[in-house]
């Protein structure tokens, strides 16, 4: 029996899966948990706060070279933030999940907490939104940004690995395309400022 089923293993393993394979009943599960969550992922607007985040400052009152040192922190804290999830995700009293679920939690809070400084006159709140983009940015790493990925890697035999990276990786650089385009449109349409300009 168990003979039986090891070869049953090593066949399904070493049998060639097509990208449209994936589709189907025994792959579908998974392939739409991979999309949804690379879709939570891009939703969020991570690349817009990436792309932007000097735009951002800029817009909130920080002048140019203010801007400029807060997006390096940002940038920083996203490097800094991915390295624990190597050994959170495997954390008997964390995982996966929690980290997901964390990490969107910590998303949210955060980026009305911005939204809610960004709209005060107060010169005390000017660097406020620093604080809460690095938040934004660092729930982000230890979920969302991570997990995303190596989840997918863990779901799907090694035969299909390669065509669900692929899914992947579509559905994440055309969501991010679709949100970074439309954040510049959304500027051009509520603002005075011109998107990217910073001078």
């Given at each position: ?26 792959f579908r599960f998974r392939t739409v948990i991979t999309v949804v969550m690379m879709l939570s992922q891009q939703l969020g607007g991570i690349n817009t706060v ?52 964390y990490g969107m939690i910590g998303m949210i809070v955060s980026i009305i907490l911005l939204v809610i400084s960004t709209n005060t006159s107060d010169t005390i ?75």
């Amino acid at each position: 029996m168990l003979r039986q089923e090891a070869l049953e293993s090593r066949r399904t393993m070493t049998d060639h899966i097509m990208l449209i394979d994936l589709f189907r009943r025994s792959f579908r599960f998974r392939t739409v948990i991979t999309v949804v969550m690379m879709l939570s992922q891009q939703l969020g607007g991570i690349n817009t706060v990436m792309f932007y985040s000097t735009h951002i400052f800029m817009n909130v009152g920080l002048n140019k070279n203010h801007a400029l040192v807060a997006t390096l922190l940002i940038g920083l804290w996203n490097v800094a933030s991915t390295v624990p999830v190597f050994w959170l995700i495997d954390n008997p009293t964390l995982g996966r999940r929690p980290l997901m679920i964390y990490g969107m939690i910590g998303m949210i809070v955060s980026i009305i907490l911005l939204v809610i400084s960004t709209n005060t006159s107060d010169t005390i709140w000017k660097f406020l939104p620093v604080v809460f983009l690095i938040m934004f940015v660092v729930s982000f790493a230890i979920g969302p940004g991570s997990v995303a990925w190596i989840y997918t890697s863990e779901i799907f035999h090694t035969n299909a690995r390669a065509n669900a990276n692929a899914i992947l990786s579509v559905t994440n650089w055309g969501t991010n395309s679709i949100v970074s385009f439309a954040f510049l449109q959304i500027q051009v349409s509520t603002t005075s400022i011109p998107p990217l300009r910073c001078t």
